[in-house]
């Protein structure tokens, strides 16, 4: 851990004005239980659904699921900050905005910073900058609201000129599978859209992978980073919002003998390529999508900063991979000093971590 005399003062940052707010206070509860009241002197800082940063006391209530005033209270740290952990999701917090802010004031921060976090928050940029690397995605329509508002049927006639259905509807900067939907016909093409252009002005449209496989892996970086093997997703449908965060109707799968190991490698240096590629840096989830039939693959979607719910996947692949949560934290909190006045900057190659993974690689 980064060395002082007293515990470090961290500041959990959490809540934000996207849809993904309630995740975010979940997050933040299992971090805060994780953290070591010996090694952190622990400061709130909630930002409310209508944007306002709340005070100490206005905070714990936001974490506690409490209603709270409304506030226009701007930016600001708690006095003596000495590192922020923002667990926020979507826009407005993982999408480099408050990254960009944190560096701009010299804060050392968990997570990517404004540029990896704004390339991985925009599905499209993203997939432009995986594809220029020879990374394989799905393919996409990108469909503007400015082009969807002036004329909705010509919208409708070029996305099935160039897609079939079934396909997925997604807004292009949201994540934990808001906003997203599986249509069948062009009514629920329509739908879809709508629904996607109330969280952005961009939306993209991908083909459904029906026959397929979803494989998470964890990315934990570091002089030699740590990069988890393949989790499966096991479900039936597809991995929603309320799979994701409600339910138990996902299972992770951990077992080393998912993949042959030649594959789950070949992931593994995919998910360290676009990790180095988009310019990320403490963390991030990589998605994979492998049709069962011909055993393509492609990756998904990168996530900068994953869920830390009970029941998340990010948690669970460092677990595997012989990293605990409150080690993970400890780990994160520390490699947020990397590049910043006292910290020890990064200048060999990244090499995925030889180390005999857990269980049993």
Request: with cysteine; proline share 6%; glycine share 10%.
């Amino acid at each position: 851990m980064h060395e002082s005399a007293k515990p470090l003062v961290l500041t959990l940052l959490f809540g934000g004005v996207s849809a993904e707010h309630e995740i975010s206070l979940r997050s933040a509860r299992a971090v805060r239980d994780q953290l070591d009241s010996k090694k952190y002197d622990l400061r709130l800082l909630g930002i409310s659904k209508d944007g306002g940063w709340l005070n100490a006391d206005d905070s714990a209530r936001l974490l506690a699921g409490e209603e709270v005033a409304p506030c226009s209270h701007g930016p600001f740290l708690p006095e003596g900050t000495q590192v922020v952990f923002p667990v926020l999701h979507g826009p407005m917090g993982e999408d480099g905005t408050i990254q960009g802010w944190l560096e701009l004031i010299n804060m050392p921060f968990v997570g990517s910073g404004c540029l990896g976090s704004a390339l991985a928050m925009d599905k499209s940029v993203a997939k432009h900058v995986l594809r220029s690397a020879n990374i394989p995605v799905l393919s996409w329509c990108d469909v503007q609201r400015s082009d969807w508002n002036q004329n909705r049927g010509k919208v409708l006639d070029a996305l099935e000129a160039e897609r079939t259905y079934p396909c997925f509807v997604k807004p292009t900067c949201l994540g934990s599978s808001v906003g997203i939907s599986r249509v069948e016909d062009r009514t629920q093409l329509h739908d879809a859209l709508v629904l996607a252009f109330q969280y952005g002005a961009a939306a993209l449209v991908e083909p459904a992978v029906d026959k397929k496989r979803e494989f998470e892996i964890a990315v934990l970086d570091g002089e030699v980073p740590l990069v988890s093997l393949p989790g499966e997703i096991v479900m039936d449908g597809w991995y929603d919002y309320d799979s994701k965060y409600k339910t138990d109707a996902a299972q992770l799968v951990l077992d080393d003998d998912l993949l042959p190991p030649r594959l789950a490698n070949g992931l593994r240096d995919i998910a360290l390529h676009a990790f180095r590629v988009m310019r990320l840096s403490g963390l991030a989830r990589v998605d994979f999508l492998m049709d069962k039939g011909t055993g393509r693959y492609v990756l998904n979607e990168v996530n900068t900063m994953p869920g830390f719910t009970s029941i998340s996947m990010y948690p669970k692949l460092m677990e595997k991979a012989g990293v605990g949560f409150a080690e993970l934290c400890d780990r994160l909190i520390e490699l947020a000093f990397v590049g910043h006045p006292g910290g020890e900057d990064q200048s060999a190659p990244p090499k995925v971590e030889e180390r005999e993974m857990a269980a049993g690689q």
